[in-house]
């Protein structure tokens, strides 16, 4: 198990951070901090070996934060600030995540993590975990807003954006998104494109007629340029 500590000065950024540190079976998150003297206070009575940091914070910034430690823990920016990358790599960071993060690119962050933390302890490395996430987060409404991946029922894209529609609201999420970038935050199993504005969850499929495909009240088209590798996808 990896110690770790994230730092940010937001409370919905320690949110997303907990969420997702949550996920992963060999982390074991000690504190949540909202400042580099809240860090510090911990690294003293703690042993940590992650540290996920934020850069921009009040009084001291993650990077006078990092400079000031004799003996740091590993550590993976997390910033809404691009132009910080370089220095963070100056600064021997494990990773430079940007927000909102995408939980696949927190996978790999970690992932480099733990096989370095194996590497100094003289360990075999172990198999690296690649957990399923069950939920994503997309922009709306000027908020990160959560979404169960088991309450989608279909997707529908409107040029520049998209709308999610789930079983728990009959009014949809809008977003600002592409469908193909909605399809790298699904899962691929359970999850299908059956025309170029649509995708279907497999599994709220109620039934299909005539190239339509019935999700509560909504009857979803298929393609002819979908449709040979959806009915091989359902079996049939």
């Known amino acids: 198990m990896l110690n770790c500590i994230a730092v940010d000065d937001e409370s919905l950024a320690l949110d997303l951070l907990e969420d997702n540190i949550q996920k992963i079976p060999f982390l074991n998150l000690i504190k949540r901090c909202k400042n580099a003297f809240e860090a510090v206070d911990v690294l003293q009575k703690e042993h940590i070996d992650l540290i996920f940091?934020?850069?921009?914070?009040p009084g001291i910034t993650g990077v006078q934060f990092l400079q000031s430690l004799k003996n740091s823990p590993m550590v993976i920016f997390?910033?809404?600030?691009?132009?910080?990358?370089?220095?963070?790599?100056?600064?021997?960071?494990?990773?430079?995540?940007?927000?909102?993060?995408?939980?696949?690119?927190?996978?790999?962050a970690v992932n480099k993590a733990y096989e370095l933390y194996n590497l100094r302890s003289g360990k075999q490395t172990a198999e690296i975990?690649?957990?399923?996430?069950?939920?994503?987060f997309v922009n709306a409404d000027y908020s990160l807003v959560k979404i169960k991946i088991n309450e989608i029922t279909f997707i529908e894209g409107l040029k520049?954006?998209?709308?999610?529609?789930?079983?728990?609201?009959?009014?949809?999420?809008i977003t600002r998104m592409t469908m193909k970038g909605i399809e790298e935050k699904l899962p691929s199993a359970g999850f299908f494109r059956v025309h170029k504005s649509f995708i279907i969850s497999l599994d709220k499929i109620e039934s299909i007629r005539n190239l339509k495909i019935k999700i509560g009240t909504a009857q979803i088209p298929v393609s002819e340029h979908y449709s040979e590798d959806f009915f091989k996808a359902i079996g049939q």
Request: no cysteine.
């Open 53 to 57: 940091l934020d850069i921009q914070m």
């Open 78 to 108: 997390v910033t809404a600030y691009q132009q910080y990358a370089l220095e963070g790599f100056n600064l021997d960071v494990i990773d430079y995540l940007l927000k909102p993060i995408d939980f696949e690119r927190f996978l790999k």
């Open 129 to 136: 975990v690649e957990p399923v996430s069950d939920s994503i």
């Open 160 to 173: 520049d954006y998209i709308k999610i529609h789930v079983n728990s609201s009959a009014k949809p999420v």
